[in-house]
């Protein structure tokens, strides 16, 4: 059974950092793109950041810039979401998704018709 599972998801105050995980199971990480995406309460879901597997590749939206790094390890078929500086807006549940073969650039413009989503995990950053 093809599987994608976040965790790491926890309530935070603002400043402070979180790690989450993208774990699949059943495929692998070869060839895919692995996208990092959030929905808050009554808001469109947006991407946060990409990653090619095949070259290591990387994509930030503007808003966690500088703040967010997304690493995988396609040996252990993870890819994490490091988040430093949290602010309240980036309170969401965040989901990560594969796609085979398409590029993170596509991703980011807003394409969502990925092969695989996890279930979500939520972050919640208190003022």
């Known amino acids: 059974e093809v599987q994608l599972v976040e965790s790491g998801g926890d309530l935070v105050q603002a400043g402070g950092s979180l790690r989450l995980a993208c774990t699949a199971s059943?495929?692998?990480?070869?060839?895919?793109?692995i996208g990092w995406f959030r929905q808050a309460p009554g808001k469109e879901r947006e991407g946060v950041s990409c990653?090619?597997?095949?070259?290591?590749?990387?994509y930030y939206a503007d808003s966690v810039k500088g703040r967010f790094t997304v690493s995988s390890d396609n040996a252990a078929n993870t890819v994490d979401l490091q988040m430093n500086s949290l602010k309240p807006e980036d309170t969401a549940v965040y989901y990560c998704?594969?796609?085979?073969?398409?590029?993170?650039?596509?991703?980011?413009?807003?394409?969502?018709?990925?092969?695989?989503w996890g279930k979500g995990t939520l972050v919640t950053v208190s003022s």
């Open positions: 059943g495929f692998t990480f070869d060839d895919y793109t």
């Open positions: 990653i090619m597997s095949n070259d290591g590749s990387t």
């Open positions: 998704a594969a796609v085979y073969l398409t590029h993170c650039m596509v991703i980011m413009k807003g394409y969502r018709d990925m092969d695989y």
